[in-house]
């Protein structure tokens, strides 16, 4: 079944904690994004990857990471967890560039920072 | 800035009537629109896009049209079913690796 998982679904932290949400396809798509849900805000792309080892910022790349060491896998990574990344988190993917290709997403992950 | 405006934040239609979300843009050098359906626990799924050098697309009970002049865009579900109950985004590109959501209108089929 083609598929993007992400785990953790629910992750409660503590400022400054170190984290990382990991994501991965099974569908050999070339682009994968990550996305942050706020409530009045809608979906914000934070990071987006071409291929592996490409990487580029979105709209709201501030206090994330991301790497690209194998197709499949886009993990985002807070090195510092703020209160102001409690959020829910999409990674999506999709044959071409999200602007023109349909993304598949993931089932979300919850982030709470305390 | 708000680049991709969909101003109304819930919408409630009859079941079976036409269901119409609307969406509004600033940026003249979108040439790609897609919607998102959303249920609530689960990921935004793709419904339907649109090319700029068309001012219609069609599939099933779906139609977006395109009004470039007025920079605006509307997904039409006819007849709306108790299934479509979910939030709508609107997302527009121009045609690169960005894409900039709308905040989503969340759309109530009433029985």
């Known amino acids: 079944e083609a598929q993007v998982t992400q785990n953790p679904r629910y992750l409660i932290t503590v400022t400054g904690k170190k984290l990382t949400v990991t994501c991965s396809q099974n569908m050999n798509h070339e682009y994968m994004s990550w996305y942050r849900q706020d409530p009045g805000l809608g979906l914000r792309q934070i990071y987006y990857s071409m291929n592996v080892e490409v990487t580029d910022k979105g709209d709201v790349p501030e206090g994330y990471k991301v790497s690209r060491k194998e197709k499949r896998n886009f993990p985002l990574i807070l090195e510092s967890p703020s209160p102001n990344q409690t959020s829910l988190y999409f990674c999506?993917?999709?044959?071409?560039?999200?602007?023109?290709?349909?993304?598949?997403f993931g089932p979300g992950t919850r982030l709470t920072v305390t | 800035d708000q680049q991709v405006k969909q101003n109304s934040p819930s919408l409630s239609v009859q079941e079976g009537r036409i269901s119409i979300l609307n969406c509004d843009y600033t940026?003249?050098?979108?040439?790609?629109f897609l919607w998102y359906k959303k249920y609530p626990a689960e990921g935004p799924t793709f419904l339907i896009s649109i090319s700029s050098i068309k001012d219609k697309n069609e599939d099933g009970r779906f139609t977006v049209f395109l009004n470039k002049s007025a920079k605006h865009l509307s997904l039409h579900i006819v007849p709306s079913q108790p299934g479509d109950s979910a939030v709508y985004f609107c997302a527009a590109s121009a045609r690169d690796d960005k894409i900039i959501f709308g905040k989503g209108t969340r759309l109530h089929i009433l029985p």
């Open positions: 999506a993917s999709s044959f071409g560039a999200p602007g023109s290709y349909e993304q598949y």
């Open positions: 940026n003249s050098m979108f040439d790609y």
